[in-house]
């Protein structure tokens, strides 16, 4: 006959940032976007849909903020270093630069511009 045991599953940290945690045999976690979050990222989509870009740069704009908006935090700081990256490279980041910032703050994102 088995029993079961107790198991400490406790994290132990000085500092976590973390949209969403999990412990334990069988955890998950999920995480949504908050409303700032959400607003900020259809303000930078329809920027970026009102440009003069090329077709593949627009659908690369708009695939990194899809990732943004399905929650990857764990990936949101590279996913937007990306954004800003393909602007600076077009041409485009001086005129989305509240945009960009409402979105940095809202992820909680250090942004240069």
Known sequence: MKTKSSVNYGIQARDIH???IA???NAHATSTLSTEQ???LAGLT???QRLQLDAARRESLLTNLEHMKNGAALHSKSTFEKIV???KEVGHVAELVAPLKAVAAAFGLAVTL
Do not use: D, P, Q
Request: proline share 0%.
């Open 46 to 48: 329809e920027a970026i």
């Open 38 to 40: 959400t607003t900020t």
């Open 85 to 87: 990256s393909t602007l």
């Open 23 to 25: 412990v334990g045999e």
């Open 18 to 20: 973390a949209s969403a």
